[in-house]
């Protein structure tokens, strides 16, 4: 099947087969390989993206259910060579190792802050509590969402 | 004093290079790679743990819808096994399967769900076998590698069937009495990885019969050393390629899809991309080995340690992979960084049909500490001595002998490490009520906070860094010099989120005084072998390998002023040698060339009632030598007690008759935002002698201890001997 899907402000189409999730669409047909594939069912935030502003595991999502929807991907954040807030900090920070969960959880953060713009420590750990991150211990992440909200 | 312009040399805090494009989501990971007309792998694996193949009919599976090619052991046209360091493991089963999830056949198909289904076509009639599920009846039952395949090694002949290693540390008196025992059975559970990046992979042919693999790994070179024999051709015609890497831990330093994915790029003149879903990473890789640990600790009054006995047994699943030297490593610094005059420790690695067991961050190490800390405990309890005091009694010092009669001559902080953790101060006692999150149970909200109780835990812990037993271990870099003073620096060390490109920039900005300096892509064809990303060894080597690239250079650059400048060094760390196979005491210097040490401190909060837990704070302090990015250190730190917390308390493969039954994140659990605690560290700096800068290694000591010290937090504040990790909310609940 032909979907189109309107991603970070631009119009998409692909060829689908029917099975396949969004995240597998953006990955490999439509040029988005931002949104990770670390377990493929909704238990890790990797894959996180905004379906029509809403954040959701991108895994998920069959991509014939993203047809005619909004979605921003990591990809969408950055205006060109100048980060997102949230992005420059997660560097700043030193947030990012292997960095295969960091687009999940800039996403996730944007997402928060958005939300909320001044979270406490314990509503950071409650929102991105579905990101998994296996390198940092999540110290530097905090120390990121924090330095974000206080510059957003 | 003069500040000098900031060019992000040693020992500041520099940002990551790859930090802009990991944020934006441009960073190539493995599974990112596509190349014009690529098909898709994948692996048909066993379903049994042991098993005889009766035939495999491939018929079927090769006329399915989009299918280019099915391969199996037939297929395979060099050699039929491969292995990181001994030989032992089919590429493609061959008459019998030793492990569920073995690979018996491969696809390659133009979508991936293609080569699912046409793999689901292929029939195998396997005769299953009695599986050999337990590591003590290991060495009662028949033997599964009757060929032995360490034998000849140098290792200790052991006529037991399934022993991979068996190693005796006999040091000084082994009946040495003291004036108080205690003694304590252990068992750590087998751990995973989780790196979160899959294993995958793009192979693409080249048209002339050779193959460039773009892969996640640890160790390019030994990868090319691995897949070339298997395909046949000559090491020149494969090239393997650094991709990002997705975490590695040590679950990438044997292969995954390289050969696989070179043999269907090779055999359909096709580009072939792999990607494991979770649940096949789970069969896709090595583990921590699970362990069974028995010791008796004999002391004196006043708690000076007389003599250490333990027995030590490590389960190394299906095939070798690297338990030869993670049993030795676990015999090694089985008594901790403790001096200890006399001693018996036994360490025997089997072969079961449990998953394979490897390299996983903290090599051996991590099982011994967690028994050994815990008898250093009993022990403290036992003379009624502090357990701080009495680590800081038997702390050891450099000009002390370790149990195989190396004598440390290089830095050796362990009483500074202890001082400094002990002097951190955890936070005051929350009140209650309190918000549930921050209670035991968390955001399931299972108590007002009755029934909850806190405890204080301590433990140090120590490893090697870099290779040992003799092991040729070394790291080349290659250096270029541009005319218009700009440089380039080759070195195939792998970047696996640990750092070390930022390292050997760091190294290369000191050295030539300039911030004008890039990192080429890792690859085995531009420059030779780093050796691994392992044994938190990489900063070391690296650094000492681009240091004298750097300075060769330099030195060439004076002779030729305007010229391109292109040199390449070998830096190797000082020589080691085995041990001995009957005494397991060193036979020249020295068996291991450097040791790292970290103390830590955890509080911890437990319901009794429920057997709920949750750590409050850690804090750490570690040997490091001297920290290239101080900023960086501190995410090891961090990231390195994450992982060994999640083993403390809640992360095991389970198997039934070798079979995993939890190869999944929502059954296989890793700690997330809410069971991570502030981590508060300390770096020591004591320079190493013999390492470039000073700088030992970081990753692994803080996985080593953290288990071990969440543990003891645990039993401070249950009371219980909690002689099994991870621990289990039965474990305090039911006791």
């Known amino acids: 099947m032909r979907i189109t899907v309107r991603i970070n402000g631009e119009e998409h189409q692909a060829d ?43 895994c998920l999502v069959l991509a014939a259910q993203a047809d005619g929807h909004d979605v921003t991907t990591v990809e969408g954040l950055a205006q060109g060579d100048e980060l997102h807030p949230v992005q420059q900090a997660f560097v700043e920070a030193g947030a990012v190792q292997c960095g295969f969960c960091t687009p999940g959880l800039i996403v996730a953060t944007h997402d928060l802050l958005k939300r909320n713009a001044d979270p406490s420590d314990n509503e950071i750990r409650e929102a991105l509590s579905g990101n998994l991150c296996r390198c940092t211990g999540y110290a530097k992440i905090f120390d990121a969402v924090h330095l974000a909200a206080e510059r957003l | 004093m003069t500040q000098t312009l900031q060019l992000g040399r040693v020992g500041e805090v520099v940002e990551r290079l790859d930090s802009p ?52 052991h037939d297929d395979v046209p060099g050699d039929k096994t491969y292995g990181l360091e001994f030989p032992d493991q089919p590429v493609l089963a061959i008459d019998r399967v030793l492990y569920y999830g073995e690979p018996v056949a491969l696809v390659a198909a133009e979508h991936p769900e293609q080569a699912r289904r046409a793999a689901e076509k292929i029939v195998v009639v396997y005769e299953p076998l009695d599986a050999v599920a337990d590591m003590e009846r290991a060495l009662e039952s028949p033997d599964l590698h009757p060929q032995k395949p360490t034998r000849g090694h140098g290792y200790f002949e052991d006529e037991r069937p399934n022993v991979v290693r068996h190693l005796a540390i006999k040091h000084g008196d082994i009946d040495a009495a003291g004036d108080v025992s205690v003694s304590g059975y252990y068992e750590i559970g087998s751990q995973d990885q989780a790196f979160l990046g899959p294993e995958s992979g793009l192979a693409v042919p080249d048209g002339e019969g050779g193959v460039d693999i773009y892969v996640a790994t640890q160790w390019l070179h030994v990868d090319r050393a691995q897949v070339a024999p298997c395909l046949g051709i000559p090491l020149s015609q494969v090239r393997i390629h650094l991709a990002g890497v997705g975490g590695a831990f040590g679950g990438r330093e044997d292969l995954s899809m390289q050969i696989h994915g070179a043999l269907l790029a090779l055999h359909t003149n096709r580009p072939v991309k792999f990607v494991y879903n979770r649940e096949e990473s789970f069969t896709g890789h090595v583990h921590r080995h699970p362990a069974r640990i028995w010791c008796e600790h004999r002391a004196t009054r006043d708690g000076k340690l007389v003599n250490v006995r333990m027995r030590i047994l490590l389960d190394g699943g299906a095939y070798a992979s690297s338990s030869t030297a993670v049993a030795s490593n676990a015999a090694s610094f089985a008594v901790g960084p403790y001096e200890v005059p006399n001693a018996l420790i036994e360490s025997t690695a089997v072969y079961t049909n ?101 405890g204080v835990g301590f433990a140090v812990g120590y490893k090697n860094i870099a290779y040992s037993e003799g092991f040729d ?205 502030p981590v508060e560290s300390v770096l020591i700096e004591d320079p190493e002698p013999d390492a470039p800068y000073g700088a030992k290694g970081v990753g692994e000591p803080p996985t080593v201890v953290s288990t071990a010290a969440v543990a003891a937090a645990l039993r401070a504040a249950t009371g219980l001997d909690l002689a099994r990790v991870p621990v289990r909310p039965d474990d305090i609940a039911l006791s």
């Open chain 2, 354 to 454: 449990n998953p394979p067991c490897g390299a996983m961050r903290g090599f051996g190490a991590v099982q011994t500490c967690f028994a050994s800390e815990a008898q250093m405990d009993k022990l403290a309890k036992a003379l009624d001595i502090d357990p701080v005091e009495l680590r800081l009694l038997n702390a050891l010092k450099p000009g002390d002998v370790l149990p195989t009669g190396q004598a440390i001559t290089g830095s050796m902080p362990v009483a500074e490490c202890i001082r400094a953790a002990a002097a951190l101060e955890p936070p005051a006692d929350e009140e209650l009520p309190r918000d549930p999150i921050r209670l035991p149970g968390g955001a399931g909200n299972t108590t007002n906070g009755e029934g909850v109780r806190r």
């Open chain 2, 473 to 677: 271990d070394y790291c080349a870099a290659r250096v270029r010099l541009f005319p218009d003073g700009s440089a380039e620096v080759h070195c195939a060390a792998a970047e696996v989120g640990q750092g070390v490109s930022g390292v050997i920039l760091q190294v290369a900005r000191t050295e030539l005084g300039t911030a004008d300096v890039r990192l080429a892509p890792g690859q085995t064809a531009t420059v030779d072998s780093a050796g691994s990303a392992s044994a938190s060894r990489m900063t070391w080597m690296a650094s000492g390998a681009v240091r004298d690239a750097c300075r060769a250079a330099l030195e060439e650059r004076e002779r030729r002023p305007d010229e391109e400048i292109d040199v390449e060094k070998i830096y190797r760390h000082p020589r080691t040698t085995p041990l001995d196979p009957e005494t397991g005491q060193i036979t020249g210097d020295r068996a291991h060339v450097a040791f790292a040490t970290c103390a830590m401190k955890v509080v911890a909060e437990v319901d009794v009632d429920l057997g709920l837990t949750r750590v409050v704070w850690i804090g750490a302090a570690q040997d490091i030598g001297k920290a290239i990015n101080p900023q960086q250190v501190e995410g090891q730190i961090e990231g390195g007690t994450a992982q060994g917390l999640g083993l403390a308390l809640m992360e095991e493969i389970q198997t039934r008759g070798g079979l995993i039954t939890n190869a999944s994140f929502t059954d296989y659990l890793i700690p997330t935002t809410l069971d991570m605690p």
């Open chain 2, 21 to 72: 494009p990991k944020v934006k989501g441009e960073f190539a990971y493995s599974s990112d790679l596509q190349a014009p007309n690529m098909l898709w792998g994948h692996t048909l694996r066993s379903p049994h743990s042991h098993a005889r193949i009766v035939s495999v009919d491939i018929s079927a599976a090769v006329t399915m819808p989009g299918v280019h090619a099915v391969l199996t």
């Open chain 1, 16 to 58: 689908c087969w029917e099975g396949e999730s969004l995240l597998f669409a953006l990955r490999e047909k439509l040029g988005f390989p931002g949104a990770k594939n670390a377990c493929e069912q909704g238990e890790c935030g990797s894959c996180s993206v905004l379906l029509d502003g809403t954040l959701v595991c991108a």
